[in-house]
């Protein structure tokens, strides 16, 4: 129940073209999902979040799509560029709980050129 | 700001031996967490501090110990290295929940890649 699943765990799409990354959770108590980024020798790092009262939130090229009644959750990368290439990972957490954060398993997106 | 900071940045340790992992941050917040990242598996939550002098365990603790002395520090240490701690570790750090105690964004040093054979 505390899982939250991720796929596809790799991508690949062309210069322009729209990535989408999808999570899955059980947990109907989880009030925050982010989106994390990283890039090779890094650590990840805050791309966008959504709490549950909202059904999308856009920042830039970076949606976030939610279905609270499907349980589901996805990130839309609009216009790929090759420098958005990274591993991308979802995550889910429940107020109240010392902000830990369940992890998907990560997908790693190539953009061609 | 630095942000979060890790040392070192890598490791080889052999089977037994022992380390401390540092974490610092200069943010002043008030969580820090510790997480080690395998391949295909995410990243999975080892220990955790609300605070000084305040620990918990996560979802994989065993083999792991912390301590929480100041508020920028939060060292993870290695007891008796064996290779399934073969891993990269992420030392992360966030401030208290806002105004409806609802959780804020963690920030990620940049890892500390341990080998051990």
């Known amino acids: 129940q505390q899982q939250v699943k991720q796929s596809p765990q790799s991508l690949i799409v062309q210069k322009g073209g729209i990535s989408i990354i999808n999570c899955a959770y059980e947990n109907t108590a989880f009030d925050y999902f982010p989106w994390y980024q990283q890039f090779p020798g890094k650590g990840p790092a805050l791309l966008i979040a959504i709490r549950p009262d909202v059904s999308e939130k856009k920042e830039g090229r970076f949606t976030i799509s939610f279905n609270k009644s499907a349980k589901q959750f996805s990130l839309h990368i609009m216009d790929s560029q090759p420098g958005d290439s990274a591993t991308y990972f979802c995550?889910?957490?429940?107020?109240?709980?010392?902000?830990?954060?369940?992890f998907g398993q990560g997908t790693t997106l190539q953009v061609k050129p | 700001n630095a942000g979060v900071t890790q040392t070192p940045k890598f490791r080889i340790l052999k089977i037994g031996q022992s380390m401390t992992l540092q974490c610092t941050q200069d943010?002043?917040?008030?969580?820090m967490y510790w997480y080690r990242q395998d391949p295909g598996m995410g990243l999975k939550l080892i220990y955790y501090s609300v605070g000084a002098g305040i620990t918990d365990k996560g979802e994989v603790p065993n083999g792991y110990n912390v301590s929480r002395s100041t508020t920028e520090d939060f060292p993870l240490r290695l007891e008796l290295a064996a290779p399934s701690q073969t891993s990269v570790y992420f030392c992360a750090s966030s401030p208290l929940g806002g105004r409806l105690g609802r959780n804020q964004p963690q920030h990620f040093g940049d890892g500390t890649r341990l080998s051990i054979l």
């Open positions: 943010m002043n917040h008030n969580y």
């Open positions: 995550a889910a957490s429940w107020s109240g709980n010392t902000g830990k954060l369940i």
